[in-house]
């Protein structure tokens, strides 16, 4: 099994700035990429970023492009995404989630999921 924590969610300004973590615990030995998907209030769970196990490659939702920055620690245990200009329309529950799978941007080849953090921006 593979264990996700995230932090780092809050309250920011619109043009603010949060970092969101995502500590993996477990087997994470396994898991080929991970991602952060969100879910904001009334809507579905959404694509936001990925990053492969060796972090070379990335993958970012359009509408997140530019503004928002995946990474991972050298031991690859630790996930960041540093969001930047924030905006309103980013306010959602953000979920770090890890794959086996090899389809970093699809939600349902996801097999481990973290508990969710809320990011919420005020106009």
């Known amino acids: 099994q593979v264990q996700l924590v995230e932090s780092g969610g809050g309250l920011a300004q619109a043009g603010g700035s949060l970092r969101l973590s995502c500590a993996s615990s477990?087997?994470?030995?396994?898991?080929?990429?991970m991602g952060w998907f969100r879910q904001p209030p009334g809507k579905e769970l959404e694509f936001v970023a990925a990053i492969s196990r060796n972090g070379a490659s990335t993958w970012y939702a359009d509408s997140v492009k530019g503004r928002f920055t995946i990474s991972r620690d050298n031991a690859g245990n630790t996930v960041y995404l540093q969001m930047n200009s924030l905006k309103p329309e980013d306010t959602a529950i953000y979920y770090c989630?890890?794959?086996?799978?090899?389809?970093?941007?699809?939600?349902?080849?996801?097999?481990?999921w973290g508990q969710g953090t809320q990011v919420t921006v005020s106009s």
């Open positions: 989630a890890a794959t086996t799978g090899v389809a970093p941007t699809a939600p349902q080849t996801y097999n481990y």
């Open positions: 477990g087997r994470a030995f396994i898991t080929n990429a």
